[in-house]
């Protein structure tokens, strides 16, 4: 049977191979959509939390993507924070997405972000303390060659750049909090707070005490960062199933479309394994079998171009984080033979309901 689905896919080579590149676009789409998407989440989430502060302060409707709530809370309520029980520390900060590259700034005082982040490893300088100074991590510096003491255009403004420290650890640029302020319009406003709570009280107390200090704002916990953004983002969820959806249906449309057509070129030939005594369980098995081995074949295919995508927009955009987790590998790879097999359920149905004897007389 296997050299019968062979032959049959060799027949129509152009079909087949249409067949196996829409799967494999299916596969493509989904690997890069979510692996740009969950890399920039958790690699966002993940540099947020090296911060070191044990918990984040914003207003009740922030998002967890701190930017879009850009300079809405005062301050001077890191005075308010730092009175309540366990708290060590408060750092006010203001967060600001900057194109083009869409990176995310910090506006920030050194003095209470060093001691909440406990301070930054520096391979160069320094933290930035006033005016258009600006410290960098070593991936950016890396990807935009730029060094100590030359300038970095932002925001329509020139910072000199004073420091590079490892990067992973909150944001990629950090400039002084005034003069962030000033450039956004915002003066003495910040988007969040990092606090740094005293070791000898636990987090959950912590946590109770500054939700019950400062009521009608959000405290997040830096522990359950990552799982908040993953979960709770209606409009990143939305996305991911929008696109596996679109990957699925390519896959089970151009899959129906060749099996239907593929079916009706094969009118005789049904009709001469049917009168040659094959019933209608071996007919749907060939047509699906067909459908699963162009499916499997898209899935490698798709496999090895996603990985050769993602290697190329990790060359040429190195500040674009890229992460694929096995489960969605897997998923990706089900999904690509699932849809096809569903396409291919209707043409072998339909060719298993010939009649032999009008089959054999089809033109």
Not at 203 to 228: C, D, F, H
Not at 324 to 331: A, H, P, T, V, Y
């Amino acid at each position: 049977m296997f050299r019968l689905i062979c032959s049959n896919l060799l027949q129509r080579p152009t079909r087949t191979l249409v067949s196996i590149m829409a799967v494999a676009l299916g596969i493509v789409l989904i690997l890069v959509s979510v692996g740009l998407s969950y890399g920039q989440l958790n690699e966002s989430a993940d540099r947020t939390r090296r911060v070191s502060g044990d918990f984040i302060l914003q207003p009740s409707d922030a998002s967890l993507f701190f930017a879009v709530n850009s300079g809405t809370m005062p301050e001077k309520l890191s005075q308010v924070i730092e009175r309540i029980d366990g708290v060590e520390r408060a750092a006010p900060v203001l967060a600001k997405f900057v194109t083009p590259g869409f990176n995310l700034v910090y506006g920030v005082e050194a003095e209470s972000y060093n001691r909440v982040s406990g301070g930054l490893v520096f391979g160069a300088g320094r933290l930035p303390h006033a005016g258009f100074e600006a410290a960098i991590d070593t991936l950016y510096a890396t990807s935009k060659k730029i060094h100590i003491g030359d300038m970095l255009h932002l925001l329509n403004s020139n910072f000199r750049v004073c420091g590079v420290f490892r990067s992973g650890v909150g944001a990629r640029v950090i400039v002084p909090l005034k003069t962030l302020q000033e450039l956004n319009g915002t003066p003495e406003k910040v988007s969040l707070f990092f606090v740094r709570r005293q070791s000898k009280f636990a987090e959950a107390t912590v946590l109770r005490n500054l939700s019950a200090g400062i009521p009608g704002y959000k405290v997040t916990a830096s522990s359950q960062l990552q799982s908040l953004m993953t979960d709770n983002l209606p409009i990143f969820r939305n996305f991911i199933y929008a696109v596996v959806g679109l990957a699925t249906m390519i896959s089970f449309l151009i899959i129906l479309l060749a099996m239907y057509t593929t079916i009706t070129e094969r009118t005789r030939e049904i009709g001469i394994l049917k009168s040659l005594g094959a019933s209608k369980l071996y007919i749907v098995n060939i047509i699906l079998k067909e459908s699963l081995l162009i499916c499997a074949i898209g899935v490698g295919v798709g496999f090895l171009l996603a990985f050769a995508v993602n290697k190329l927009i990790a060359v040429t955009f190195p500040l674009l984080p890229i992460e694929i987790s096995i489960q969605w590998r897997l998923l990706a790879a089900a999904l690509g033979i699932s849809g096809g097999l569903l396409g291919a359920i209707y043409p072998a149905l339909k060719a298993a309901k010939q009649d032999p004897v009008q089959a054999l007389s089809y033109e």
